[in-house]
């Protein structure tokens, strides 16, 4: 499976059922339309560097602490959906450089602080 963001296509009972944990995404049902994000990371292991994929929610907070291995949901209830860049940025774990990248952006010419101050204005109003 390549790295991305899918969308969940069916929904299916909690990965880790614990009728005592609340707020733990694995121990959830799961449901239809969630989107979760599918990572290749780097597993150390004694003096072999080994690489595995897991996946997590697209949203999810505390990102390397909630992964689970790529197996836990079923491939076929996966589908592959076209990244956002706030997407692609939580799913590489990068998203404290966004604002680095919009200041790269506006230094290099492809787009001016005006067109940055209306976008965010939009996504503001839009949460809203």
């Keep these: 499976m390549e790295d991305g963001t899918y969308r969940i296509t069916r929904a299916f009972g909690p990965l880790k059922p614990d009728k005592r944990v609340k707020h733990d995404w694995r121990a959830l049902p799961i449901d239809e339309g969630e989107l979760f994000s599918v990572t290749t990371i780097r597993d150390w292991a004694g003096e072999h560097k080994h690489t595995r994929q897991v996946i997590r929610p697209a949203y999810c907070r505390w990102a390397s602490i909630q992964n689970m291995p790529i197996d836990a949901i ?55």
């Design 74 to 128: 079923p491939a076929d209830a996966l589908e592959r959906i076209e990244e956002t860049p706030e997407l692609w940025l939580r799913r590489t774990d990068n998203a404290n450089w966004a604002l680095e990248t919009l200041d790269e952006l506006v230094e290099s010419g492809v787009c001016t602080m005006d067109q940055v101050q209306r976008a965010f204005q939009r996504a503001y109003d839009k949460a809203r």
